[in-house]
């Protein structure tokens, strides 16, 4: 496999606060990776950095082969780069095809004249766009409401909508943070089989998560953070058994449970 996202000695500090800590990770072509860790580890925080929300205080960030380490939001999704974020940000008032539009704003390239007088290029990436946006919302389930206002929604299926909002520019690699977050048994299996369709299409996941049911059976690879540094990186197996990651995240008991699990 090749190497798709590489961090080398990333690092965030906020007025003295060091979030994020010299961390290196690797993420292949085609995989599902993980990053696990306690409350206030830096998970989030180096999400923003990823996808260019933030920038680094040091360290450098590879990604597609080019160095994005200061390149932009916008730069970054051009070059197949999307995510979802921890809490919900869905466009209540506008409908489903709507919201995933939004995401699909980086593939459009007609200039304003040409939309506004309604030239054949902005026309036909219109109707591009919407077949897109469509299609997107058929592969997570969500196609027989396409014109529903978003806030009409259960919150699995707005979580649902986000992650379709996020692949419907076919990106190279999508972020996924914390996307089992409140949601039931059924719906947390249903997410499952939806990540490991998203690999299959061709799209590689890296994920946060603190289920770590969900975590161990869908991650090739868990990266560990904890205050902000890596202190484990590994195969879920191989995460389980680690006294690092059980001291400081999991616990004897949760690690016995999830080795019987496997």
Same mark, same amino acid.
Request: hydrophobic share 60%.
């Given at each position: 496999m090749s190497t798709l996202l590489e961090l080398t000695g990333l690092t965030r500090r906020f007025a003295g606060l060091t979030a994020v800590d010299g961390v290196d990770l690797r993420v292949e072509t085609g995989g599902i990776h993980a990053v696990i860790g306690p409350n206030g580890a830096g998970k989030t925080t180096l999400f923003n950095l990823i996808s260019g929300l933030i920038p680094p205080s040091a360290g450098k960030i590879m990604f597609a082969g080019k160095d994005v380490t200061r390149r932009s939001v916008h730069a970054r999704a051009a070059l197949g780069l999307a995510r979802t974020f921890q809490n919900i940000r869905v466009f209540g008032e506008m409908s489903l095809i709507e919201n995933v539009l939004v995401g699909l704003h980086?593939?459009?390239?007609?200039?304003?004249p040409a939309?506004?007088?309604?030239r054949a290029r902005f026309g036909h990436e219109e109707r591009d766009a919407v077949s897109r946006a469509r299609a997107a919302l058929d592969f997570v389930g969500?196609?027989? *409401?396409?014109?529903?206002? /978003?806030?009409s929604l259960a919150y699995g299926d707005q979580r649902r909508l986000e992650i379709a909002r996020a692949i419907a520019p076919d990106p190279k690699l999508v972020l996924l943070d914390e996307p089992a977050a409140g949601m039931n048994p059924a719906e947390t299996m249903a997410l499952a089989a939806l990540v490991r369709r998203i690999r299959e299409r061709g799209t590689t996941v890296l994920l946060i998560e603190h289920h770590m049911g969900?975590?161990?059976?869908?991650?090739?690879?868990?990266t560990v953070l904890n205050f902000g540094r890596r202190i484990f990186a590994g195969t879920p197996e191989a995460v389980r058994a680690a006294p690092a990651v059980i001291e400081a995240y999991l616990g004897h008991k949760v690690?016995? *449970?999830?080795?019987?699990? /496997?």
């Open positions: 980086p593939l459009l390239s007609a200039s304003l939309i506004v007088l309604r969500l196609s027989d *409401r396409a014109e529903v206002p /978003a806030a969900f975590v161990m059976q869908l991650s090739e690879h868990v690690a016995a *449970r999830l080795a019987g699990a /496997a």
